[in-house]
């Protein structure tokens, strides 16, 4: 596991395609990334630019960076209080395909919510975490050549109406929650994102437990 403190998305980008290429051939392991962004949009693969709902020059105001990037999904809001965790990580090597690498980062997801007495929910057809009070973390990826990059973004803390500038993984006025919202006191990211990539490092061995070589 890596710590990169608060990096600009761009950057962390950069970094993400340097492993990522490390990763495909060999020369390093399965890697979980965690990582906090300035205030930023990301518009993924299937966003249009009408998900950005607030003029340019007022997000550019505010701090608030714009970034088209290769991930799957559409808009989304990262910023301080929201603890983002990167896996870049052989799916193959796991015997997996996408949907169930999605359903395993999903389930570490709602484990951890699990450990603050918080009810999490899956959509139907719809990637990323919900409570009965609104949605809690997104999920975007890329799988190349069989690794994974990008990955899960979950709300602790952040001022949820930053959300208002967007159109919310496709849907509009979508409702927004946080850890501290669910549970009525702030928890620590640091906390939170040790819990998070320990269930995600614990589905992953269990899943390498049930891959067995091909006789």
């Known amino acids: ?14 970094r993400q395609l340097m492993l990522h290429a490390a990763r495909v051939l060999g020369e390093v392991s399965d890697t979980l990334i965690v990582v906090e962004h300035p205030p930023t949009i ?3 693969r299937h966003a249009d630019a009408r998900d950005v709902l607030t003029d340019p ?7 608030v960076e714009v970034i088209r990037t290769d991930r799957g999904g559409r808009a989304t809001y990262h910023g301080p209080g929201q603890v983002v ?7 193959d090597a796991l015997g997996l395909g996408v949907k169930s690498w999605v359903c395993l980062l ?3 997801l709602l484990d951890t919510l699990g450990d603050y007495a918080i009810e999490g929910l899956r959509r ?6 919900w409570t009965h009070a609104g949605k809690i973390a997104s999920l975007g990826l890329r799988i190349k050549n ?22 919310t993984c496709g849907v509009r006025a979508e409702r927004v929650t946080t850890i501290a919202a669910e549970t009525g006191r702030v ?7 040790e819990r998070l990539t320990a269930h995600i490092i614990k589905r992953m061995r269990e899943r390498r437990h049930d891959v067995h070589p091909v006789p």
Request: hydrophobic share 50%; glycine share 12%.
């Open 42 to 44: 990301t518009l993924g």
């Open 124 to 129: 139907p057809a719809t990637a990323g975490i």
């Open 57 to 63: 020059g007022e997000l550019a105001r505010r701090g």
């Open 187 to 193: 928890v620590a990211d640091h906390e939170v994102s």
């Open 106 to 108: 999903e389930a570490a």
């Open 85 to 91: 965790v990167y896996p870049i990580v052989s799916i």
């Open 146 to 167: 069989g690794v994974s990059y990008h990955g899960v973004a979950l709300n602790t803390g952040l001022d949820a109406s930053a959300f208002a500038d967007i159109v």
């Open 1 to 14: 596991m890596e710590r990169w403190g608060r990096v600009p998305y761009a950057r962390a980008l950069a």
